[in-house]
């Protein structure tokens, strides 16, 4: 291998050609963090639902530029979406578009690279869609572009695709008491001490 050259590495079981020529392209168009550092990448398998991807970090130009946020079942009819509707107004995503603005690095964030419809668009959002919004945001209002991880999935079938969104998709409610006693956290015991 080329001293400036990366391609991922699999681990067992291998990947398939295409899943290979999908994650090779993906490292060849784009600018990825660990890569211009001289960091391989590791094609990951995750054993439950059959599915090869790669962790890696771009920054947030990137992301606002090819992040498809629209997700489909299926690139022939894209009537179902795969993603929930965002909830702008929501206070949690108020901090979360704060934060953004401020240059938090947001992990996690789960994509499909995919070029079989709206190709202008080939990272297919399937977790991290409010994160995408604030990361735009923050971008487009302010110029913040930092780094972002996120988790790369190549030649997904249908039914991995429904799995994959399902599963990022899926929220457990945070109370409202629990959000409220964190923020009372942060401004200190005295109010937690006097009650006591």
């Not at 291998?14 to 020529?21: E, I, M, T």
């Not at 606002?64 to 629209?70: A, H, L, P, R, S």
């Not at 995503?93 to 690095?105: H, K, Q, V, W």
């Not at 945070?174 to 009372?184: A, F, I, K």
């Amino acid at each position: 291998m080329e001293k400036n050259k990366r391609e991922v590495i699999s681990q067992p079981p291998f990947a398939s050609s295409s899943v290979l020529k999908k994650a090779n392209a993906f490292l060849a168009n784009f600018s990825i963090f660990e890569s211009e550092h001289g960091i391989d990448l590791l094609l990951n398998f995750d054993l439950k639902s059959k599915t090869y991807y790669v962790v890696c970090h771009l920054d947030g130009s990137t992301l606002v530029k090819n992040c498809d946020t629209n997700a489909v079942l299926d690139a022939d009819d894209e009537e179902y979406k795969l993603n929930r509707d965002l909830s702008l107004d929501k206070y949690a995503y108020r901090l979360m578009e704060a934060d953004a603005i401020n240059g938090r690095s947001f992990e996690d964030i789960v994509i499909e690279y995919d070029l079989s419809y709206r190709k202008e668009r080939p990272l297919k959002v399937y977790g991290g869609q409010h994160r995408i919004e604030a990361i735009t945001n923050a971008y487009e209002t302010h110029g913040v572009s930092v780094i972002h991880g996120c988790r790369i999935y190549f030649d997904l079938t249908r039914d991995q695709k429904v799995e994959i969104a399902t599963v990022n998709n899926t929220s457990i409610a945070v109370p409202s008491d629990l959000l409220d006693r964190m923020q009372e956290d942060q401004l200190g015991s005295e109010l937690r001490d006097w009650c006591q």
